[in-house]
């Protein structure tokens, strides 16, 4: 062997050593106290099929507003859907907490579902002053030609600007736009059909906000919803998620204990923010909520941009915005095109949600699943994707709680008391309790009218207390809450039925006409329509051979007393909206209003039940039964008790109109 080679050997043995020693070194065992973290573990990188950019796009008056688009990979001529909103941007994920998913399936949300599967891009933004876009924040901003917004620019503005930008700088877009949103975001839909943005070519505005005043968020025929100091205060108490007080207990209570409004939200510490003083400062319907009352703004334009008006028939939040702006747009030429209307059987945008029950009740399907399936998504493509064919919208889509099936209908509502197919008929609220479609015929002196004692320092509660602040299930669903918990109270009178013969079909907008008086100078009257169900024995439960597609009803809604129509009215308005007055004591006089929409049929041995009350607390706030300048500022020695009389005399008796239309035993 010579020496090289030797020396090869000797060069190999000696690495052959140093390596084994440093492999010995690397994989010896950890020991208590060592530092066991991975500093070197580098997770693996993950494909994702989608793009998620964020931009501050620019508006005219240079503010510039957070977006964020999602975009399919290898998307070309796809269309947008765009959603402006004041809950984060950022946040309408499905988790927003976890690491961004690998497929756009799995990011977005539920109601995503049916735009991802059809290759949208899809575009979140935060409205001017929220979260992360610049600029000042004013909540649902009046437009810009209003005379009560100074700032130059509104959610009208805003939706053309980033329109506009989007067409321009998506490369991947076919410059088709459609705008959707729920609630506030609702709102800001029907804001951009005022002056559409030509690539603005379809419209899906969702339980929105259109009216504060008449019966939408704020008010509802001039009552003010109380728990809206506290939304208020956490939208404008910080451009992110702002404030929200804590309270114990009972809201009842809290509410009750704290006083007026006023006295609630200085307690609360909102008082100062601008738009408590909005909300205390414009009590009636004056210029400042006339020129935001989005339903008429819309009934003077032309319709230009496909819509379809979404509404919950239990939407416990905005019930005014989406079936008026639909019935105001009804009269236009071109409507039956371009007017779209589904009220189906939900809470407050549960439509972005599963839909597969309510309460007490579970449907046949999922039906908010099924509307965007079957009817929202082929109702966009149509007018957003090149390749896609025209829908088989239905004119109308609206749920019949009662039998649990759509009906299609040409128009909505069916039944009224003018101007619909069906003209209602006057069911009367008679002596001894009793409802009746009879007009009375006599009249006792004893019994021309019924009484009851409204004190507010007792106000009747709106759902079974304890009413917790944050007890989601309990607000979404009041509005389907069993009545019994008030009924036989000395301060809720209740007018009752003979049972039902046959099935009855509501279908339309039952309006009360209130024969009414008292002895203080003012006064809120609410009114419930109801349907109670029967008693009925385990062995005879199903009802279904006997009307088919009726639920069988279960065991536990045995006498259930059902709300399908409520809502409140404040005297100081009965002669005008906008310049209220007090009520001239101890004179029977008429309060007319409309209830929420109806569609269900009743079943044979359902009865019909209204309640009469004049408090509904806290959802709303108390009145004090004598008139003062403002409610918001009412105080102690302001609230009176008042003996409250329901009038049955012949001629001037009290009636509600029901919109009544034949039963059909089969889906339209």
Known sequence: MTAAICSTLLVILLCSAATASAQTTQSAPMKIGDDQMGHDFQAPSVER?????????????GVKLFTVIFVPKGAHDAPIMLTRTCYDAAAHVRNHAAPPARTLLDELSLADEGFVANGYIRVYQDVRGKYGSEGPYLMTPLPVDSGFNNTGADDTTDAWDTIDWLVKNIAETNGRVGMIGSSYEGFTVVMALLHPHPALKVAVPESPMVDGWMGDDWFHYGA????NIDYVIEQMTARGEGFRAPR??????????????????????????????????????????????????????????????????????DMWGAIHSYRALQGKANASGMNFLVMGPWFHSQINRQGRGLGPFLWATDTANQWRREIMVPFVNQYLKLDSPKADTPPVWVYDTGLDHWDRLSTFPTSCEQGCVVP???????????????????????????EFVSDPAKPVPYRPRPILEKDGTGWR?????????????????????????????LSGEPVIHLIASTTGTDSDWVVKLIDVYPNRELSNMD???????????????NGYEL?????????????????PSAIESDKPLEYTFALPMVERTIPAGHRLMVQVQSTLFPLYDRNPQTFVPNIFEAKLADYQKAAQRIWHTTGDATYISLPIVPVTTTHP
């Open 49 to 61: 099929n989608y793009d998620r950019r964020v931009v501050m796009v620019p508006m005219h008056d």
């Open 224 to 227: 003010f919803r109380l728990p």
């Open 563 to 579: 709300p399908i129509a409520t809502d409140i009215f404040r005297g100081r308005y009965r002669t005008s909206f906008e310049h």
């Open 477 to 505: 669903t009041w509005l389907v809450t069993d009545q019994r918990f008030v009924d036989g109270r000395p301060d809720v009178l209740t007018f009752v039925s003979e049972p039902l013969f046959t099935p009855l079909k």
């Open 424 to 450: 209602s008929k006057p069911l009367y609220l008679a002596r001894g309790g009793k409802l009746s479609f009879s007009a009375p015929v006599r009249e006792e002196k004893a019994d021309r009218y019924t």
């Open 543 to 557: 009802v279904s051979g006997a009307f088919p597609g009726l639920l069988a009803q279960p065991l536990d809604m």
């Open 248 to 317: 114990i207990g009972d809201d009842y209570t809290n509410y009750l204990n704290a006083g007026s409004a006023a006295d609630m939200a200085r307690q609360e510490g909102g008082a100062g923010l601008s738009f408590n003083r909005i909300l205390s400062d414009h009590q009636a319907y004056d210029a400042f909520w006339q020129a935001g009352a989005l339903d008429k703004l819309i009934a003077k334009l032309p319709i230009t941009v496909p819509t379809m008006w979404e509404q919950g028939l239990y939407d416990q939040e």
